[in-house]
């Protein structure tokens, strides 16, 4: 998971998902941008990246019967809460 601005708010937020949730954050915090974010990149506001990669991504094994769907609940339960939290948040908080 990336977060363009290393927003401390946000980063708490990313930071309480496995426990909270049980979603599988395996990478160390990152300022990452994902290809999907580009056409924001001039906007100097804080953009959020998750990207699920290996083993499969991009190959011919990356077809939907390996996707868990216990563990697509999860991220999306995180998701719903990150994005509950952010729309609540301050423009500082989001931004500092």
Same mark, same amino acid.
């Given at each position: 998971?990336?977060?363009? %601005? %290393?927003? @401390?708010?946000?980063?708490?937020?990313?930071?309480?998902? @496995?426990?909270?949730?049980?979603?599988?954050?395996?990478?160390?915090? #990152?300022?990452?941008?994902?290809?999907?974010?580009?056409?924001?990149?001039?906007?100097?506001?804080?953009?959020?990246?998750?990207?699920?990669? @290996?083993?499969?991504?991009?190959?011919?094994?990356?077809?939907?019967?390996?996707? #868990?769907? @216990?563990?697509?609940?999860?991220?999306?339960?995180?998701? =719903?809460?990150?994005?509950? =939290? =952010? =729309?609540?948040?301050?423009?500082?908080?989001? %931004?500092?």
């Amino acid at each position: 998971m990336g977060v363009t %601005n %290393n927003a @401390p708010f946000l980063q708490t937020l990313v930071d309480r998902g @496995p426990a909270s949730y049980g979603v599988n954050v395996i990478a160390e915090r #990152s300022t990452f941008q994902s290809g999907e974010t580009g056409g924001w990149t001039e906007l100097k506001v804080a953009k959020v990246s998750v990207m699920q990669a @290996p083993p499969l991504y991009h190959t011919t094994g990356e077809v939907l019967d390996v996707i #868990s769907a @216990p563990g697509l609940e999860r991220m999306a339960r995180f998701l =719903a809460n990150f994005v509950t =939290a =952010a =729309a609540g948040a301050t423009r500082a908080q989001l %931004n500092p």
